[in-house]
Structures are given as C-alpha cells and as structure tokens.
C-alpha cells in the first residue's frame, strides 16, 4: 500500500522527515506494487470525496425545503417580514456552516481548527456588538408580541408619533410636527408603551378652575349642554359626566369626561376647550389668577 501522509499541519522538520521516510518506501518498492498503491489510494479518497459530495447535495436539499416550511409557516401566521427573513437567513447560514463543517470531517481535515475559530468569532463579533444585538432582541420581541404596529400613534421612550416601520433594530415615528425619529428597539421593548390606536375609542378629560363664590351648579350645567350638543361625544360606554371634582387653593376644579372615536380625539379635546374659554365668561364663571395677598403690619419700637 502506498504509504499515507498526514496532513494535520505540524513543524517543517517533521513533515520534511515524513515526507523523506516516504520517498524512500517508494523507491524501494516495483512499479507493480507502486500502480496498485496508487490505485488504491485513489480508489479510498475517491470514495470519500464520492459520499462528501453526495452528503452535500442531500444537506443542500433539506436546507432547501427547511426553508421553503419556515416561509409557508411564517406566511400562514402572519409573522413581520423583516424577521420572517432575518430567522430564515440565519437557519440557512447556521445549517450551511454546519454541513460545511460536516462535509469537511468526511474528507479527513480536521475540524477542531474551524470549531475554534467560530467560537473565536462569535465571542469577538458578540461582545463588539452587544449594543445592537440587545435592540435585535428588542426588535423580536416587539415583531413576535406585537404591542403596536405599523400606523399605530404611541408613546414609548419619551417620544410620541405615528408608527411608520418596525425593523430588526429600531423602530421608526414620525411625530406631529412630522420629525423622524430612530428608536432603539432594545430601550423601546423595555420601557412604557402606550398605544393610542389599539381602541376604536376614548376618553376625554377637562379640568377647569373657577373662582370661589361662582356658581358650580352652573358649570356643571354648561359643560354637559357643550358636550350633549356635539356630535363627535359617544353615549357609550357611559354618557358626557361633569362634577365638581376638587376645592383647590384659590380655586374650585370642574371636571368633564365624554368618550370619542379615536380619530376625534385632538379635535373634541380642542374645540371643547375654546367654546370653555369663549362662552364661560359670557355666563358669569371667572376664571381665577395666581394670587399671593401681603399683610404689612406696622410694629413700633
């Protein structure tokens, strides 16, 4: 048999000393016995690169149809695009990886150096993107739970707009004064959500002070004429309610609610505020100011 060599790398002076160790065999051996080894050996590694390349259509096929499944299930359930392709993406590298790693052990090279070496990456390329992989899982618990969604008016991070995409990353509003804004999905998923839109309606508060000595009974009166009268206010799930709610300091607080279509929100809540405004004075209700009152006492010596 033809003698084998061992391709594990090692120092020059032994693999120069193997490789001497063999020409010397083959010179001591007949042409005869020479074909035959050759042959031989051709025939084995023949075989392995036979059953390697066999192993590698096989794997590539069944990474094939694994992500052809992963696309019908995500389609069927609806699942956000942008990560229904991220966790495709990554199956079909992860599995490539390892059928290259699998593929290669057939063939005899060692793959302790490529198990290494991924491990070695993964940990460097880890601790160097910490930041972004902490919004990558933010951006999947938010695609898989879904607290919003695109079109949706939120409040999260301090900001608040209309939602205009969700990516693996960062999810993008834009305000009402139209401003852009990136937020970082790690801080999102982790901080207070309020979502506007998930409800068909809501519920609009007034406040109003009023001088002491005006008459409560009156605005109380007046704040259920002006919310009756507009066709925006929802008797359900409770008809317009206003009540003297508070005896503050210098003045007494009237409080109204009165439930609304969602789009009618801002529009109610502003035109409620001016007829208050314009129509209460009219009626005898004063409005009071911040007032300090100074005693000045006169003391003598």
Do not use: C
Request: charged share 15%.
């Amino acid at each position: 048999m033809l003698p084998q060599i061992d391709i594990t790398p090692e120092p020059s002076d032994t693999l120069a000393m193997k490789v001497s160790e063999t020409i010397h065999e083959l010179s001591s051996m007949s042409g005869s016995e020479i074909f035959s080894s050759i042959s031989s050996t051709i025939i084995k590694w023949g075989l392995k690169v036979l059953a390697a390349l066999l192993l590698y259509l096989i794997g590539a096929w069944i990474i094939r149809r694994i992500r052809k499944v992963l696309k019908k299930i995500f389609t069927k359930r609806k699942i956000e695009p942008s990560l229904a392709t991220f966790t495709t993406s990554f199956v079909n590298i992860a599995l490539t990886v390892i059928l290259f790693i699998v593929v290669v052990s057939i063939l005899g090279v060692p793959t302790s150096t490529f198990a290494a070496l991924l491990a070695a990456g993964g940990l460097a390329v880890g601790m160097a993107l910490s930041g972004t992989l902490q919004n990558f899982a933010g951006g999947v618990m938010l695609l898989l739970f879904k607290p919003f969604k695109v079109g949706d008016y939120i409040d999260a991070n301090g900001f608040s707009g209309t939602v205009d995409a969700i990516n693996i990353t960062t999810t993008q509003i834009h305000t009402v004064d139209n401003k852009i804004v990136h937020l970082p999905n790690g801080s999102v998923a982790n901080s207070n959500i309020q979502n506007y839109s998930t409800a068909d309606i809501r519920r609009v508060d007034w406040n109003i002070s009023v001088s002491y000595g005006d008459d409560a009974e009156k605005g109380i009166s007046l704040l259920k004429d002006y919310l009756s009268k507009d066709p925006r206010v929802l008797n359900t799930p409770e008809p317009p309610f206003a009540a003297l709610s508070q005896l503050g300091d210098s003045a007494i607080v009237l409080t109204a609610r009165a439930w609304t279509k969602s789009g009618d929100y801002w529009g109610l809540l502003y035109d409620i505020n001016k007829l208050i405004y314009e129509d209460f004075p009219k009626q005898g209700m004063t409005f009071p100011y911040p007032q300090l009152d100074v005693h000045v006492r006169n003391v003598q010596d």
